[in-house]
């Protein structure tokens, strides 16, 4: 099973700031990575797929990269809709899904 | 309108069975293999069970093996979860998921206790 690994578990960014959202895969998964976005609630929605695609509806602000087991999401200026919990996941093989732990990007 | 509505959730004793349904509407869902996901409370995303778009492929994850299975019927356009022998440990929200995980339903609450 390949193993992801999400860091920071916690970033903490004042509104207007850039965050900066890190994945590693335990062994390379191409550019077969998504990220997604949850809010207290609500279900995840898919932000970025083949690692550096927006998913229709996503603001440019969203920007995905990397390759192989390193990969980043970039948030250009947090809004204050942005606070919440991002996962991403590897779908190297449509069967087996993984995903990581999760970053929570909280207020400063 | 393009969506999946999950259903049969509920409180259920250890060791008990329970069958979860996702219905699809809005897309040609013969079309798509399908996913169930799930989340504990709390806690993060756990992926469960996949199956085929003409249902002729599966997958468990070893969490569930042996105790679930996974099914649909692309006539009712209805994807389905059979979860027996059920543990504390299964306690947790399940979502179905449209293959690329473009399109998630709004989850159903398993909740596993005496």
């Known amino acids: 099973e390949i193993v992801m690994t999400q860091s920071p578990a916690t970033l903490s960014v004042s509104p207007g700031e850039r965050a900066t959202l890190s994945c590693r895969a335990s062994?390379?998964?191409?550019?077969?990575l998504a990220w997604y976005q949850q809010k207290p609630g609500q279900a995840p929605r898919l932000l970025i797929y083949?690692?550096?695609t927006r998913a229709t509806g996503i603001p440019a602000r969203f920007s995905g990269s990397g390759s192989g087991t390193e990969f980043t999401l970039t948030i250009s200026s947090l809004q204050s809709e942005d606070f919440a919990v991002y996962y991403c996941q590897q779908y190297n093989n449509w069967l087996g899904w993984t995903f990581g732990q999760g970053t929570k990007v909280e207020i400063k | 309108e393009v969506q999946l509505v999950e259903s049969g959730g509920g409180l259920v004793q250890p060791g008990g069975s329970l069958r979860l349904s996702c219905s699809a509407s809005g897309f040609t869902f013969s079309s798509y293999a399908m996913h169930w996901v799930r989340q504990a409370p709390g806690k993060g995303l756990e992926y469960v069970s996949a199956i085929s778009s003409n249902g002729g492929s599966t997958y468990y994850a070893d969490s569930v093996k042996g105790r679930f299975t996974i099914s649909r019927d692309n006539s009712k356009n209805t994807l389905y979860l059979q979860m027996s022998s059920l543990r504390a440990e299964d306690t947790a929200v399940y979502y179905c998921?449209?293959?690329?995980?473009?399109?998630w339903g709004q989850g159903t609450l398993v909740t596993v206790s005496s």
């Open positions: 083949g690692a550096s």
């Open positions: 998921v449209k293959d690329q995980g473009v399109l």
């Open positions: 062994q390379s998964v191409s550019s077969n």
